[in-house]
């Protein structure tokens, strides 16, 4: 004798047979398209016959008002059920089918009513605006319940108002009548349901046939070659269900995030902590190839939704590639300092070789030593305010550049900026495009001078660029960021309108933003924050094996695009 099956547990939600759940959203599609399709059928319509009526009850009112014998007789009569005013009145509303037709004085007295009784009393609404001189339609209720109204000033022959008309038209509005059609509208939607479900369960007959060779091993035997192809992918993949929960993680996000299974079944928070990392896996950051630093790692993330409410996130390794990138930039930097000096030594050198055959041996030792002290005293500067490397060495090169090219560059004295940053060739990226466009601003203008501050607020980065240049109109401070808009011709080796887009998008893809107005004094000061640009004080050793973590491959395109 077999044993007794164990009672099964009540399961809330869909059921989990592929029929039953065929059937049920047969079924609510064909109560909602039901539903919906009265609602957008009975909506339109009842507003359309609202407006039918009360146009139709306005018409009656103005033809009625129009009869030269309607003011005479208001004015040489008074009110009575066989005056004139109402035989006239009767008359039109048999003839117009109308409910009733009301004549009053500016007194609001009736002079006519369906009612006879109700002749010499006042009306139950306000004929304020008719007597003002207005047309009025309306819906409302009244002595002879629910009409569409339409009420209209009565003048005599000099075109004064000597009362008004109201006209009703019995009305049944389009809610009354749907309450009456239920029963046939009941019938119509549980035929529309019956087909529903005959179609659902011949639906489901049909895929039971086709997927009968399918068995649990079979699919089984799916999931395993999808599990072996997720876990040997170079890429990581992070799946996450509705409740924003850890569902997969494949070999390579383990690695790149340092975690373990055991994260499975909790949110990022719960298993990275609160972070950036953990705000672009959950969704609270959107966006396309995000960066994010996990430990001494720079990982570009990208998260896709799924259809169960979920979302799908990829995360690729890109610390040593961005370093050889940041190294190329450095030497390209190396390489536009170097010639700027080359210029400017050949300068230096002329000089000093026409003070010697002048025989002015002490104005070239004076000579000597200033273009040396103006030298140390610019890079002493600029090392004092900026501990990082990358950024001194790059604004040591542009003052060269500026010298130049007859521009100042100056390193404001608020900047301080500590050796602390994750992405320094993210910032070098910034922080050479703004430059760069300063100077091509102030080239060429009197007293042309730049000013440069960066500065540290928490783990945040500030960087102000300063110009005295034309500056920028406020109807263009936001075409600036534009791909592909400049004000200036592009030369022949490259587009312009690249640099600004690439710093607004870098800003933003690491959290932050990137703007433009009119600097102290005009010229233009474009504002760049980071929030998270510097690591935490006691984080500085874990991330110094990495030579400083780098921005995701967007900025990269900067020396694509520059060529």
Not at 61 to 87: F, I, Y
Not at 185 to 196: D, I, K, P, R
């Amino acid at each position: 004798m077999s044993p007794t099956p164990p009672a099964r547990r009540l399961r809330l939600g869909l059921p989990r047979r592929v029929f039953s759940q065929v059937l049920l959203m047969q079924l609510a599609i064909a109560a909602g398209v039901a539903v919906l399709a009265t609602g957008l059928f009975l909506a339109p319509l009842g507003d359309q016959l609202d407006d039918q009526a009360m146009r139709r009850a306005l018409a009656i009112a103005q033809t009625t008002a129009q009869q030269p014998q309607l003011a005479h007789d208001l004015r040489g009569t008074a009110p009575s059920p066989d005056g004139p005013v109402q035989r006239d009145a009767e008359r039109i509303r048999r003839a117009t089918g109308a409910e009733y037709i009301v004549v009053l004085d500016r007194r609001g007295v009736r002079w006519s009513h369906t009612d006879p009784r109700r002749i010499g009393g006042r009306v139950s609404t306000d004929p304020g605006e008719a007597l003002a001189g207005h047309d009025v339609m309306e819906i409302d209720e009244g002595t002879l319940g629910r009409s569409a109204r339409g009420k209209v000033p009565l003048r005599d022959d000099d075109g004064e108002i000597i009362g008004a008309v109201s006209v009703g038209i019995a009305y049944d509005s389009v809610r009354a009548r749907l309450i009456h059609a239920i029963p046939g509208l009941f019938a119509y939607a549980g035929g529309a349901l019956a087909v529903g479900a005959l179609a659902a369960w011949l639906i489901s007959r049909r895929v039971h046939r086709q997927t009968r060779d399918l068995a649990f091993s079979d699919i089984a035997a799916l999931l395993a070659e999808r599990e072996a192809m997720l876990h040997g992918l170079r890429e990581g993949v992070v799946a996450l269900d509705r409740t924003g929960r850890v569902r997969l993680l494949n070999d390579e996000a383990q690695r790149l995030l340092g975690i373990g299974e055991e994260a499975v079944g909790h949110s990022p928070d719960e298993a990275l902590g609160a972070g950036r990392t953990s705000d672009v896996l959950a969704g609270r950051v959107t966006g396309t190839d995000l960066l994010t630093v996990r430990g001494p790692r720079v990982l570009v993330a990208n998260r896709m939704p799924t259809d169960d409410g979920g979302a799908v996130a990829t995360l690729r390794d890109r610390t040593e590639l961005d370093r050889l990138g940041r190294e190329l930039d450095s030497t390209r930097g190396l390489i536009d300092a170097l010639r700027a000096q080359d210029h400017e030594h050949a300068n230096r050198m002329h000089t000093l070789l026409g003070l010697l055959e002048l025989e002015m041996y002490d104005d070239a030792v004076e000579f000597v030593g200033e273009v040396v002290g103006d030298h140390r005293a610019t890079s002493e500067q600029v090392t004092e305010k900026i501990r990082d490397p990358l950024l001194a060495a790059l604004l040591v090169g542009k003052a060269t550049v500026a010298a130049e090219r007859g521009v100042a560059l100056w390193v404001s004295d608020r900047t301080r900026l500590p050796d602390r940053l994750i992405d320094p060739r993210g910032l070098v990226t910034i922080v050479g495009n703004l430059v760069d466009n300063a100077l091509d601003a102030v080239a060429g203008t009197p007293h042309a001078r730049v000013e440069v501050e960066l500065r540290a607020e928490g783990r945040a980065a500030v960087l102000v660029v300063r110009d005295t240049g034309p500056g920028i109109p406020p109807e263009q401070r936001e075409l600036i960021f534009t791909e592909g808009w400049s004000t200036k011709e592009p030369p022949a080796h490259r587009e312009r309108g690249i640099g600004l887009p690439l710093v607004r998008r870098l800003a933003e893809r690491q959290g932050g933003s990137a703007g433009v107005g009119e600097a102290h004094g005009g010229g233009a000061e474009f504002t760049v924050v980071l929030p998270e640009a510097l690591t935490e004080p006691s984080t500085q050793p874990a991330l110094a094996g990495a030579s400083g973590p780098t921005a995701d491959e967007e900025s990269r395109t900067v020396k694509e695009e520059s060529r």
